[in-house]
């Protein structure tokens, strides 16, 4: 599932913004605390972080690809899932810069129903958690520029 957004902004700055795990509690949804930054994040290594009681939990992201003005990807997992986050720049034809969030996953434990609760559920949940992200990730942005 993916979903995109036009922020007001620079690309420099909103990479800037989203690489910036100090302000991860701004913007990113369920986020509790930063357990650990690896030596070279976001070029290469893992992120921990933990999720607000009742969220997803231990949330550990390590980078397999990262391009300066384009993006990254990490595979990602925490207590229910595994899969690849990606997250994608560009700038924006009018003004801004266009930010898209992708995140491809599995369950890790199946049960009778899991697919049609995935489906049903889960992945809405996921989706609306990644847009509120990049809602909020736009404002910070943004109050960044009014600086």
Do not use: C, N
């Not at 997803?56 to 990490?74: H, K, N, P, S, W």
């Not at 595994?82 to 266009?98: K, L, N």
């Not at 899991?114 to 847009?131: E, G, K, N, T």
């Amino acid at each position: 599932m993916q979903v995109q957004i036009v922020a007001d902004g620079r690309l420099t700055d909103a990479e800037a913004l989203w690489y910036d795990t100090s302000r991860w509690p701004t913007f990113v949804d369920g986020f509790g605390h930063l357990v650990g930054v690896d030596p070279g994040w976001p070029r290469e290594g893992t992120v921990t972080w933990d999720s607000r009681p009742g969220g997803r939990g231990r949330v550990l992201e390590r980078v397999v690809r990262y391009t300066a003005g384009d993006g990254q990807d990490a595979e990602v997992e925490d207590e229910r899932i595994t899969g690849t986050q990606s997250v994608r720049f560009a700038p924006y034809p009018e003004g801004g810069v266009g930010v898209a969030l992708e995140l491809r996953y599995q369950l890790k434990r199946a049960f009778p129903g899991s697919a049609l609760v995935d489906a049903i559920f889960i992945r809405r949940a996921m989706r609306d958690s990644l847009a509120r992200t990049l809602r909020r990730f736009a404002i910070e942005l943004a109050a960044e520029r009014e600086l």
